[in-house]
């Protein structure tokens, strides 16, 4: 099957759109990328993405209102990559959509609920194909939380023959899926979200920059900075890193606004702009390593990064050294780590459509397995159905 992948994560950067070739079943499901790439937002939905995050600058208009321009602009990166491919939406079979999540409601270790804008309808009714969307709803529905679903699919395709691999996304937030080698077949497989990610320093390089930087590029103010060894230490005291997986979070606990109260601290504490950037930085690092050294059943021999953090240098060579274990990216085992998880929801849509769950209970917290998402007919639908019935 054909299936176009979307992903908008909490950087709010844009959206990751992947065209991907999907067969089999596990164990041997087979799946790649055959074209894809990220379509910015402009800097006015980005503003009302990161405004919908936050409750206090936010409202149930606003969030209507988004919902139904996210999926606009979803439906329009669909059209707009098939168009780069040479290929018409009629050989399209699914579009998988994330869409963009906008509140992750955790209390006491429990997530309540879980928010993704990008009006599905919207999709499937300008492109004509049939979308799956809202995956996160069921898992937590089903007691667990919503997350980390990645770790299936790394669990089907990126496993090593002899090593212990942290495959570790950076993106707004950092999540890692702990694989067991294929040696050791009975070997536990760990998956949760190690905390914050790109979030706090990004939003701490707009506001110190006073909006000309949304982003640190390549770590280059952060590597000019230097680390406040106190003030880390002090960060890697958040109750939310000592917490036992399951465990997940989001810009309720690491956006917007705790990047401006800890700029403040920063600045409170006699630092240069660039010393905060550089302490915050670390914070995301050491965090990673942390969460390796207290929560992981064994040992790292490597790490494969993905997500918008392995662009940054300084992020790069601080979790290098932090955790003590090698880097490597994505692109050399074959796969490209900026539409990685695009591609993730592209195999979590085909599994649904062929009624298979795609949950690992053992990671999300939940009761049992689950199948994802919900199915919006595109006018391929009934073709769609015709095809199942003859497989």
Known sequence: MKVVGLMSGTSADGIDAALCEISGAPPTLSARVLHGRTFPYDAALRQRILEACQPETSSSAALCALNVELGAAFAQAVLDLLREAELDVSAVDLIASHGQTVWHEVRAGRVYGTLQLGEACVIAEQTGVTTIHNFR???VAAGGHGAPLTAY???LLLRHPTRWRAVQNIGGMGNVSCLPPLSEPSAPLSAFDTGPGNALIDAATDALTEGQHRYDPDGQFAAQGRVDAGWLTALMQHP????????????????????????AEGRARGLGWRDILATLTAFTAHSIAHAYRAHLPHAVDEIVLSGGGQHNRTLVNMLAQAADA???????LGLSGDLKEAL?????????????????PSQTGARHPSLLGQITPGANYEALLAQRGRA
Do not use: C, N
Not at 248 to 256: A, S
């Open 137 to 139: 709803a069921r898992d």
């Open 153 to 155: 699919v790394d669990w």
């Open 240 to 263: 939310y890193l000592h917490q036992p997986p399951p465990k997940t979070t989001g810009r309720e606990l690491f956006g917007t606004a705790q990047a401006r109260a800890l700029v």
């Open 326 to 332: 090698p880097v490597l990216t994505h692109e050399a």
């Open 344 to 360: 993730v929801f592209a195999v979590l849509a085909y599994e649904t459509w062929h009624g298979r769950p795609a949950t690992l």
